[in-house]
């Protein structure tokens, strides 16, 4: 009997006649079945998921495109062949752009720890230390969540993030840090995710577990190495439950140990015996590269304990074979590698049974201790860079808070005096509207003014996502914006604000209380103040009220300084040869 959410036979509708919603939970469902399946079936996948980023790049929705652009990035960074390419690398940097226009800061940090991987399976230690550093200062801020993602939501993307920087740290061998990050992880997971996003975090939880005690092993740890194989076999079960109602493709008639190779590897390692082996024999199979050579270290210490010495090292043997031909971590493959010649050193004895230790066996040893002497002086350079970004990152957030609107983050009225005075000698055209909230004094009357204040952070966000990422979204003050349009003709930037207006009326009504706009929009005229203009934009924009609200008023002048003429319905045909895009 099968479970999980594979659909590799349906047909699937037409992607245009699909939610935003729902492309979202098919990216989810492709992360989950592409990360326990064969390569051959993940390519599947990841055509599937291009073609569904493509459809979110078309309709443009920001927060849309920036979960399928992550999907995107995770899907060929978490795949070691993949990573490496110059497809990857495009689709990492672009999700980086795109979190850093629309000022998404949990989705930043996550793009620089995607980053990260990519450096890791190219040898790029520093530059991915580095790049870790910049995540982890960004989620040092007081992070606030983005309601307009939802609550669950936003705890997940966190929780994602904080597991993404976690494993980088992890393959740095910065253990301590790694933990610390897994466990602020823990806490978003808690707060609101489902059985699947359970499931990731147990195991990826577990992972690192286990690749902490294997390290602690080879500078002679083994106390310290046992507790944390004991920790990893207590997330394994942990995980059982979530994971019967995961997305994970898996069968309903076996527990997770018997699917996942590092659960079953956790229950073997923290008590190994033959009781493990056929279940680790099944899973030695289908195991990825990343899991493989926690799947083998633990099969060969079950068949060790049964006395079966010379199949653990042919087990051994084999899978440093196969890993020949994939790109794991070089820190796990030192775990394998030492594992072996343990089994298959030539050990001598004393006239007392005494094992005694070769002369070879103590340059490893004294090697071993050099190494994590240098694992602690990368923990300290991450320390270092991480305050300096954190440093860097408060400087420059007092120099934009000078700028910004406190409550709705878009610019204050002195950063839109200093824009105009930027665009005002541009020989480019220039469009300047006023945007005023139909309905807002009743949702501060009727409702409170916290609730008003959630009102204009929506609505100032709703209208800066539908415009370009050139253009200016300011608060002028208490429910008026004015939105600059450079290069873009009285028709064209109509059109476009009428987009805006169009995606604030669609909004829920828990979220705009029903609250809308009225916008006048003008052209910048040839050595034209802008404070005229502004009156201009003004004065139509009293016109779009009159109308009834809701509504955009374009007006040109006819000739010189003749009278204005307001430009009707013809601002939703907008000028063939320039068109404001729906979405950046």
Request: charged fraction near 30%; hydrophobic fraction near 45%.
């Amino acid at each position: 009997m099968g479970g999980g959410s594979e659909r590799e036979d349906v047909d699937l509708p037409a992607l245009d006649e699909r939610s935003d919603a729902w492309l979202v939970g098919r990216a989810r469902e492709l992360l989950a079945v592409a990360q326990v399946r064969e390569r051959g079936v993940r390519a599947r996948h990841t055509d599937e998921l291009d073609r569904l980023l493509a459809e979110a790049r078309h309709r443009g929705e920001p927060r849309m495109l920036a979960q399928l652009l992550r999907a995107a990035a995770v899907l060929r960074v978490n795949d070691a062949e993949q990573a490496v390419t110059e497809e990857a690398e495009a689709i990492v940097d672009e999700f980086l752009e795109h979190s850093t226009t629309h000022e998404f800061l949990v989705l930043q940090a996550d793009a620089h720890a995607l980053r990260a991987k990519r450096l890791l399976l190219t040898g790029a230690e520093d530059p991915a230390l580095t790049e870790a550093a910049v995540g982890l200062a960004m989620l040092d801020e007081k992070v606030a969540p983005d309601i307009s993602f939802g609550a669950r939501v936003w705890d997940v993307l966190m929780a994602s993030t904080l597991m993404d920087i976690g494993l980088v740290l992890m393959e740095l061998g910065v253990y301590e840090v790694g933990d610390q990050v897994m466990r602020r992880a823990h806490r978003h997971i808690r707060s609101g995710a489902g059985p699947h996003d359970i499931s990731v975090h147990l195991i990826t939880r577990c992972r690192m577990q286990l690749g902490w005690g294997l390290r602690l092993e080879r500078i002679g740890e083994d106390e310290q190495a046992a507790e944390r194989f004991t920790r990893a076999a207590a997330m394994a079960s942990d995980v059982e439950a979530p994971f019967r109602e995961s997305l994970f493709p898996r069968r309903s008639d076996l527990p997770a140990a018997d699917q996942v190779a590092v659960v079953g590897a956790a229950h073997a390692l923290a008590s190994p015996g033959p009781q493990h082996t056929d279940r680790l024999i099944g899973l030695l199979a289908a195991a990825a590269p990343r899991e493989i050579i926690f799947v083998a270290v633990a099969l060969a210490r079950c068949l060790e304990r049964d006395d079966r010495v010379e199949e653990a090292v042919e087990v051994l043997t084999t899978v440093q074979e196969r890993l020949e031909r994939m790109a794991p971590e070089p820190s796990l493959v030192l775990c394998l590698i030492r594992e072996y010649a343990r089994l298959s050193g030539n050990d001598t004895y004393t006239a007392d049974g005494d094992r005694t230790v070769s002369a070879l066996q103590f340059y490893v040893a004294e090697l071993e201790y050099q190494l994590w002497d240098m694992r602690e002086s990368r923990a300290a350079t991450l320390a270092a860079r991480r305050e300096h970004e954190r440093l860097a990152r408060r400087h420059g957030t007092v120099a934009k808070q000078a700028l910004q609107d406190p409550l709705t983050g878009l610019p204050n009225r002195r950063a839109l005096d200093e824009r105009l005075a930027e665009l005002s000698g541009d020989s480019r055209p220039l469009a300047i509207a006023l945007v005023d909230l139909d309905g807002f004094k009743a949702v501060n009357d009727r409702l409170s003014h916290a609730e008003g204040d959630d009102v204009l952070r929506v609505i100032a966000s709703t209208i800066r996502d539908t415009l370009r990422g050139s253009d200016m979204v300011a608060r002028y003050g208490g429910d008026e914006f004015i939105v600059l349009l450079p290069g873009a003709p009285l028709l064209a930037a109509a059109a476009a604000l009428r987009r805006a207006a169009v995606a604030v009326g669609a909004l829920p009504n828990d979220l705009s209380h029903g609250v809308t706009l009225s916008v006048g929009v003008v052209a910048l005229r040839p050595e034209e103040g802008t404070a005229r203009a502004l009156a201009r934009a003004d004065a139509a924009m009293y016109q779009a009220k009159r109308k009834g609200g809701n509504d955009v008023v374009a007006v040109a002048t006819t000739e010189g300084d003749g009278p204005e003429v307001p430009l009707q319905d013809e601002a939703s045909t907008p000028d063939p040869a320039w068109v404001v895009p729906e979405g950046t």
